[in-house]
């Protein structure tokens, strides 16, 4: 069984900064892309940033050159840095992880239990 635990987020006000961290753990063969989303009532849910194991990035145009995203591959842990935040980023952020375990023998995608990111202006 594999367990993605975020932590960090809470309120903060805009121009203010908040890291999240998304641990996998479990029986885990190896860990490929992992990333970050958010979701706002009564939206879809939208991908903020992404990292492979080999450090590449990705990021939403919203949150370029605010938001740094990292990993610690012998950890399993991804994290992302929140600079500059502004009331918009508001949400609820989720990770996600496309995991290889023993039992499937291949990449299963997992996500976090969320948690909330308030920005207040």
């Known amino acids: 069984q594999v367990q993605l635990v975020q932590s960090g987020g809470g309120l903060v006000q805009a121009g203010g900064s908040l890291r999240l961290s998304c641990a996998a753990s479990?029986?885990?063969?190896?860990?490929?892309?992992m990333g970050w989303y958010r979701q706002v009532p009564g939206k879809q849910r939208e991908l903020v940033a992404t990292?492979?194991?080999?450090?590449?990035?990705n990021y939403a145009d919203s949150v370029k050159g605010r938001f740094t995203i990292s990993r610690d591959n012998g950890k399993n842990t991804m994290y992302l840095q929140m600079n500059s935040l502004k009331p918009e980023d508001t949400g609820v952020y989720y990770c996600?992880?496309?995991?290889?375990?023993?039992?499937?023998?291949?990449?299963?995608?997992?996500w976090g239990q969320g948690t909330q990111v308030t920005v207040s202006s």
């Open positions: 990292i492979t194991p080999g450090g590449t990035t």
């Open positions: 479990g029986s885990i063969f190896s860990v490929n892309a």
């Open positions: 996600h992880a496309d995991v290889n375990t023993p039992l499937v023998r291949s990449f299963v995608a997992y």
